[in-house]
């Protein structure tokens, strides 16, 4: 069974630019996850799919980055335009339900780079 | 807030010796906890998790964890460290009840295995 694979893995971009990020979670899980960390600090939380609907995304920073998870399979996250301070890395995780119990499975992730 | 906090960013031991690291959470309600292991260019990969069934949890590749209430710690071990070993580990919590389903983590600790 394949993993979480997330697209690209690195990617440097100028700021100002358009970066789009996508997460292709394990066939089945209708729960989607987005997490980023920032050089080095924690591992933060940016929002949860359940399927195609957004279910939190209380962790979003700001109406510059959209995510969207169209028919409940794959999911994007675009960041537009680009400043310096979004710059690290940016996992997804997946899960099959949405229980506190449940596991989350994560992506290699995609490390974004903002010059 | 709720959160969860590793001591040490870096962690040290000599092939052979015992492992230890250190996590404690503060919330009012015992939260679940998960420890991750990630490993060079790979995605985080669950060790163990409490689930509020025993208190003594094992993982895999020989660690296990404790879930301390008294001491609001789950600190991970492992009786003798491989080289295999050296990566970063997160320790995470999340809430066991409530519609808010995202891992909360700690800043991570690198642990280095010397020879």
């Known amino acids: 069974e394949a993993g979480v694979t997330q697209f690209p893995s690195h990617s440097v971009i100028e700021k100002g630019q358009t970066v789009t990020l996508r997460c292709d979670p394990i066939?089945?899980?209708?729960?989607l996850y987005w997490y980023r960390r920032v050089m080095g600090k924690e591992i933060k939380f940016l929002l949860h799919?359940?399927?195609?609907?957004?279910?939190?995304e209380s962790g979003m920073p700001n109406n510059r980055f959209l995510a969207e998870r169209t028919g409940g399979t794959y999911s994007t996250l675009k960041v537009q335009p680009a400043e310096l301070e979004d710059s690290g890395v940016y996992f997804c995780?997946?899960?099959?339900?949405?229980?506190?119990?449940?596991?989350?499975?994560f992506g290699p992730g995609t490390r974004l780079t903002v010059l | 807030a709720q959160s969860v906090t590793q001591l040490g960013s870096h962690v040290s031991v000599s092939e052979g010796a015992l492992v230890l690291l250190r996590c404690n959470y503060s919330?009012?309600?015992?939260?679940?906890l998960f420890w991750y292991v990630q490993y060079p260019n790979q995605g985080l990969q669950l060790l163990l998790k409490?689930?509020?069934?025993?208190?003594l949890v094992k993982g895999i590749n020989g660690f296990e964890a404790e879930f301390k209430k008294s001491e609001t710690s789950f600190h991970l071990t492992k009786p003798s460290a491989h080289m295999s070993d050296a990566a970063e580990y997160f320790c995470?919590?999340?809430?066991?009840?409530?519609?808010?389903?995202?891992?909360?983590f700690g800043s991570g600790t690198q642990l280095t295995v010397l020879p």
């Open positions: 995780a997946s899960s099959q339900g949405s229980t506190s119990t449940d596991t989350q499975y």
């Open positions: 066939s089945g899980h209708d729960n």
């Open positions: 799919f359940v399927k195609e609907s957004k279910q939190d």
């Open positions: 919330s009012s309600v015992p939260p679940y």
């Open positions: 409490y689930t509020s069934a025993a208190t």
């Open positions: 995470a919590r999340r809430a066991p009840t409530g519609s808010a389903r995202q891992l909360t």
